[in-house]
C-alpha cells in the first residue's frame, strides 16, 4: 500500500534497536503466544522482513501494571515496523512471526527476551521483568528491504541506487504523504541513509548492502 511505503525509508533510518538483552539465554525461556481472536481469512501470515501495522499493550507479568500503550501514543495510530530486524525488543519480533491481518494474541516475554538484567528505566522496566504484550495486527505488507521495493528505487536497474536515485525516491515518499518540510529535510536523511547504508564507502548502496535480510544478523 501507499501507506505502508510511504514509510519504508523512513523507517529504515530513524527506528534505532534497542539494546539486545545481555547474557546466556536458558533453554527453557521462550516465549509464550496465545491466540485471542484469528481471523477467518487469516493471510497473509507475517514472515521477516515484513511490514507490520499493530497496536499492542504492554504490562509487567510481575505485579500487572501497564507500562506501555500506543493507543495513547502518536494520536493513537496504530505503530510500523519492521519485523524480525531488531526494531522492537527480541521477543516481539518473535512473538509476531506467522501472525494475520486482525488477529489478536496475548504473549509472555521472558527478561532474556526483553529488556534482560538492566532493566530499561526510560520505559518503567524493572531489571529481569517477564512483559506481557497483548497485540493487535492491523495489516501486512512487503517490507523495505524487499527486492520489489530496491527494484523501485533502482531506476536505471544497474542493481546499486545512486545518490540521484535515492533522492529521486525521497522527493516521491515525501510529496505522496503530503508533509511540510524544511528542505535541509531531505538532505540530512539522504546523508544519513548513505552513512548508515553504503558499507564499502563508494558513493553507492549496493544490492548486497541494501538487503539487510540476506544475512541473519538476529
Known amino acids: ?3 505502508g511505503r510511504g514509510l519504508t525509508l523512513l523507517l529504515l533510518v530513524l527506528l534505532a534497536a534497542p539494546a539486545r538483552a545481555e547474557g546466556g539465554t536458558a533453554a527453557a525461556e521462550e516465549v509464550q503466544i496465545e ?3 484469528l481471523p477467518e481469512t487469516c493471510s497473509p501470515k507475517s514472515k521477516k522482513g515484513d511490514l507490520l501495522n499493530a497496536h499492542y499493550d504492554g504490562f509487567l507479568a510481575s505485579d500487572g501494571s501497564k507500562f506501555y500503550c500506543s493507543r495513547t501514543q502518536n494520536e493513537g495510530h496504530p505503530k510500523w515496523f519492521v519485523l524480525g530486524v531488531g526494531q522492537v525488543i527480541k521477543g516481539l519480533d518473535i512473538a509476531m512471526m ?3 491481518p486482525g488477529e489478536k494474541r496475548k504473549v509472555t516475554i521472558p527478561p532474556s527476551l526483553a529488556y534482560g538484567q538492566q532493566g530499561y528505566a526510560q520505559g518503567k522496566i ?3 521483568a517477564t512483559l506481557i504484550f497483548e497485540i493487535e495486527l492491523y495489516a501486512v505488507n512487503k517490507g523495505p528491504r524487499s527486492v520489489e521495493a530496491f527494484n523501485q528505487i533502482d531506476k536505471d536497474g544497474d542493481k546499486k541506487l545512486s545518490e540521484l536515485e535515492i533522492s529521486q525516491y525521497l522527493k516521491e515518499e515525501f510529496a505522496r504523504d503530503g508533509k511540510k518540510r ?3 529535510a531531505h538532505d540530512e536523511i539522504l546523508a544519513d541513509i548513505f552513512k548508515k547504508n553504503d558499507h564499502d564507502g563508494d558513493g553507492f548502496i549496493s ?5 539487510v535480510y540476506q544475512h541473519d544478523e538476529l
Open 126 to 128: 524493572p531489571p529481569n
Open 98 to 100: 506467522n501472525m494475520c
Open 207 to 211: 544490492a548486497k548492502e541494501y538487503n
Open 1 to 3: 500500500s501507499d501507506m
Open 35 to 37: 491466540v485471542l481472536h
Open 182 to 184: 524544511h528542505p535541509s
